[in-house]
């Protein structure tokens, strides 16, 4: 009778145990949720990020709070996020960016694609491809015929080597078969203020910066790397309907978590991710940056992360660009 008392109570004990081990997930969460932003705070991902982590505290009914870790490539803030305890109380900020950068550093410490359990898209930009008004380039076919006609002599501008816009004219170079001189800035705003001066004819840059410019008629715009037509410029076509589908790009950014943290805190952090989303202050704040809000599941976002990653790797490593 002691023994089937004692067997008893070790059955007993033995199945608490695994019903608290099971329970956590639906517990969480029980404490202030960290979204670690590896950028600088007043930048575009944190004017993005701020919002969103406003309404997600909300839906979690817990503090949502921001960490600005900010480095070269989103690095440092990265990393962190990647060896965070995988209980669902640190997420990361991740993006386009994190893809470019795992084929432009020798030793990223982390893995984008394999590190993380990403949890969803938050939106997406496109962008655009714009001349000074005066340069005497009206449409993306005169852009064209003055390449082919004096190769190398045309320069464009860049934030830096590496960049969505260094990136998008390389593809253009080799999908078009023409040939110009890149000139790399330490920045969008310098690249952009040599071009409105005069100094270079070309880049490619976001809408919310090119915008006002177009509207008082210092930048032309040729073409769109969005898949679709621009409301804000109707009479502008995009790069896939002139024929450069390859040219369909969209800068994006969205939530992760470490790996292995568990699904059912994945999906609770996912439902509160939409939520915030479709929030009208949420919205109206990624139209200020020129996003388009995107949902996405998991899955799909990983997808996002994974086909970029080797996109743009295959590019970088092709071009031999190197930032250490």
């Known amino acids: 009778m002691r023994y089937l008392l004692r067997f008893a109570a070790a059955v007993a004990a033995g199945f608490l145990a695994t019903s608290v081990v099971h329970a956590q997930p639906a517990e969480w969460p029980a404490r202030p949720v ?59 900020t991740t993006g386009m960016l994190n893809t470019i950068v795992q084929g432009m550093y020798e030793n990223v410490p982390f893995d984008i694609v394999k590190d993380f359990e990403h949890i969803g898209e938050i939106g997406r930009a496109a962008q655009w491809l714009v001349v000074r008004s005066d340069a005497g380039i009206n449409t993306f076919e005169d852009l064209l015929q003055r390449a082919k006609k004096e190769p190398g002599k ?46 270079v004819s070309v880049i490619v840059i976001p809408p919310n910066t090119a915008l006002s410019h177009v509207q008082g008629g210092k930048l032309k715009v040729l073409a769109v790397t969005s898949p679709q037509r621009s409301p804000a410029v109707p009479d502008v076509p995009s790069f896939a309907e002139l024929g450069y589908k390859q040219l369909t790009v969209s800068s994006w950014m969205g939530i992760s978590a470490p790996k292995g943290t568990p699904t059912p805190i994945v999906r609770k952090l996912h439902a509160a991710l939409q939520v915030a989303i479709n929030d009208p202050m949420v919205v109206k704040q990624l139209e ?26 295959q590019l970088v490593r092709s071009l031999n660009i190197k930032a250490n």
């Open 154 to 199: 045309m320069n464009y501008a860049s934030s830096g080597a590496g960049s969505t816009g260094h990136l998008v004219m390389e593809q253009l170079q080799r999908a078009a078969g023409i040939q110009l001189t890149h000139v790399p800035y330490k920045g969008g705003g310098p690249a952009l203020q040599d071009v409105l001066a005069g100094v």
């Open 288 to 313: 200020s940056q020129g996003m388009v809000p995107t949902t996405s599941t998991p899955d799909e976002y990983a997808q996002t992360v994974r086909a970029d990653t080797e996109r743009w790797g």
């Open 34 to 92: 960290r979204i670690i932003v590896p950028a600088p705070a007043g930048g575009p991902y944190d004017q993005v990020i701020r919002p969103v982590a406003q309404q997600m505290s909300q839906a979690l009914k817990v503090p949502v709070v921001i960490d600005n870790r900010p480095s070269a490539g989103n690095i440092v803030g990265t990393q962190a996020g990647a060896v965070s305890a995988p209980d669902g109380y640190t997420l990361t």
